[in-house]
Every structure is written in C-alpha cells, then in structure tokens.
C-alpha cells in the first residue's frame, strides 16, 4: 500500500526527477524537461538554542587523553566543529594546518583553497600534538591523509561526524551530537556580535529566518539595520 512521504522527502524526490530529466535532455534524448518548473520549496526550520555553557562542556572534551594518536585525533576534531563550526566535508578536504602569527591558523583544504582563522593558545598546542603524531606515522607512510580512522584509512565526511558523536557519548555528552555542537558554535559566534551574512554563510543557510534564534532578542534589530544598510536598499 501506498505510503504519503513527508514533504522534504518529496522535494528530494522531485529535485531527482528534475535532474534526471535535465540529463536526459543535455544527452539529446528527450527534447524538453517536462519537470523544469515544478519546484517544492523546504520547510524553514529555525536553528536550536542550546543553553549549555561553554565551561561545561570543555570540561568534558578535558576527559580525552591526548597522549595517543586517536585521542588527539579526536580531541581536535570536537575543537574545529566546537570552535570554528567546521562542517564534516570541509574537516575531511582538510589537506594541512599551519599556526601564522598571533595564534592564527590557516587551513588548506583540497580545492586549493584556504582561510584563516583565528585560533586559542590551547588550540594550536593540541594542533601541534596532533601533527607530532602524524608526522611520526607519515615516515611510515608516504601518502598518509591529514585525518584518518582506526584503520589507517582516509576519514570520510561521515566517517567524521559518526566519530565525533561516538567521542561525545563516551566522554558523558551523549545528549548532543555533531550538528548540535555546531549550532552552539554558531549560536555563540553570533551572541559575541558576529555579521549575520557571515554566519548565515558559515551554517550554509539560503533563509535568514532560519538564524532567527541565533540571535534572540536582537534579531529584529540587526535585521532592520542590515536592510537599512545594505547596497540593495539605497
């Protein structure tokens, strides 16, 4: 019997289908798409608020033992999605970090890209354990990955965001998970005055509705002050 799907399911569908077609027609098999313009637009769903302060929770990511490689590993994974909101397929593209002056960092990723970010002091020492253990398993290994599993073997998106919920569970935040980690991040990044457009960037959300919670009382107000200021409306 025919089951009703939820409606962003129905969208992947549909988006499927309309890809489908669209390759179809650029092989010349078809002479139009017949599903062009059917378009289902998503639900917004607002961004959690998570009240848990940061002490708290870096005094459990203190229960890791980064005296080994796996730990330090891990260690530094919950860093870069709890501190600089990282998504997993950027941390997997990662192909190298460097300390700049002043406590920067700068990441090179596999698209021949690379940001900087501003990092802590605890931050590039646990960075600088990692790569200690890294470099000592690379004059095993000529073409070592920057991050790689249990194995020895090259660390996938979800590879990674499956790790850094299984080292939550087991360190007592079974509660959250990589995503949730990542809304703080973001949440604190805009109770510190963060640009709204930066961090609507940085979470890869299209509806600024969505940041709606990420900034509580103040949303209103830095919404006015963005339309008033933007290039658009003068």
Known sequence: MYKS????????????????????????IVEMNPYQHFV??????????????????????????????????????LELVF?????????????NIQINQNYNILIDFQDNQNI????????????????????????KNEFLNFWIDDRGN???????????????KIIGLGEMNFRLIREWSSQKFAEAGADIRSIQNMRKVKGIRRLKSLYKNDFLDLQRRFNGNHCRNK
């Open 116 to 139: 900087e970010y501003p990092a802590s002091r605890e931050f590039c020492e646990l960075l600088n354990n990692y790569l200690k253990f890294l470099e000592a398993l690379m004059d």
């Open 5 to 28: 799907k939820n409606h962003d399911t129905c969208v992947t569908y549909l988006s499927g289908i309309r890809s489908f077609y669209k390759y179809l027609q650029e092989k010349g």
């Open 154 to 168: 090259p660390m996938k998106p979800m590879t990674i965001s499956r790790q850094v919920n299984k080292t939550l």
């Open 83 to 95: 501190g600089h909101g990282l998504t997993a397929k950027q941390i997997a593209s990662m192909t």
């Open 40 to 77: 289902l637009s998503r639900h917004h769903h607002e961004m959690i608020l998570i009240e848990d302060p940061e002490g708290a929770i870096r005094e459990h990511f203190n229960k890791i033992k980064t005296d080994e490689f796996l730990g330090a590993r891990n260690r530094l994974l």
